[in-house]
């Protein structure tokens, strides 16, 4: 048995304290072949003090087999010795056969410094000189994907789909349609996704496809896959919003609220499920399980438009002005939207405060002038606080948004005789 393999034996039975004496002995008595096993496999092991010591005394006996060098050099890089490691990675000749291992080894050091441009050229170096070897090709659109150079990601991405379907550990396919996705091209994406079903195997695969597919309106195939990532994992929480959202589009109140509240028992800050299941509840006329989800939304973030505005809706349609009214006089002017001036003027009418009314009416009308269900409300106001002049103006641009509206259009005749 050779000192080396001595040391091994004795690393994987713990006797750690023998190491440096067989060290020694296998630097004075094995073949160098044995040596660079040795230290390779020292590495692996994560002895990387004891393959250092190796690799040194390989080189200082072999000066020119600079792939020593390089492995020598990617170990000082992972211990944070930056500079030794890329003094000998630049110091490999580019006529050196050892010359493509110290580009890669570069970029990845790069990469892992977030020097993703730098990485790139030292990729693409590589390419040149290999330009068959696949681990290249999918390092290099690793980067591409990473750089959001999506064009060139998918062409090597489906260049590489058509030898194999994995490398390593990374799904070819769900690169693919991940890239067709993320440049927009969500039909196609759809369609690939559709085409290799029994390949998306990952809970990660399958939750992309349904949010791909629901960006595409698939929402039935985007609720099967969703479904299925429930199924596997239930407190993957990012599913449950993009599921109650398939729902609700699918319209189909029930299944979201439920989905909004089982995800919402896993992640009480997902504000977006607050809504979804607050809106499904309206729609089912559960206006008390509205009312609490958007109080609940509400506490986790009073700032949220979007909850106050439903809230204030769910409150005027049961006649509490005053609850609706209270939702926004503690906020600052700046802070009120034309949607919320609106709802105020609404809670001002139905409280027969005509004045604050109008002044609210006429804050909102700026921005909504062009909304017929606005100039409806305000020709309702107009009408019930008895100013006529206001009431022809609106009805004007009313009819010329909506002219076919035969009840407003008697209206204005009425008025105008």
Known sequence: MTYSEQLLDAIQGHRFSESRALLKQALENDDPEILASLAENLTDLGFTDLAKEV????IADFPNEDLFKVYLAEI????????DGLTLLYNVP???DAYLESLLVQADYYQSEGLIETARAKMEQARQLAPDEDAITFGLAELDYMSDLNDQALTLYQDLRQRQTMFGEVNLNQRVFQTLAKLGRYEEAAAFINDHKEDLLDIDAKYQAGVIMEEAGQFDKAISFLDDVIKQSPDYVNAYTFLAK???EEDNPEEALFAAQTGLGYNELDEELYLIGAKAAA???KAEDAEDLLQRGLEVNPDNSSLRLLLSDLYLAQGRAEDSLALFTALADSDLEPQAHWNMARSYQEMEKYDQALQEYLLAYQSLQTSPAFLRGMISFAQESAQGDLDRQLLEKYLKLVPDD????DLYEQLRN
């Open 406 to 409: 035969q009840e407003m259009q």
């Open 76 to 83: 000082l890089l992972n211990d944070g010795a930056e500079d």
């Open 55 to 58: 690799y040194r005394s390989l």
């Open 283 to 285: 729609k089912l006329g």
């Open 94 to 96: 580019a006529d050196s």
């Open 246 to 248: 398939a729902y609700q």
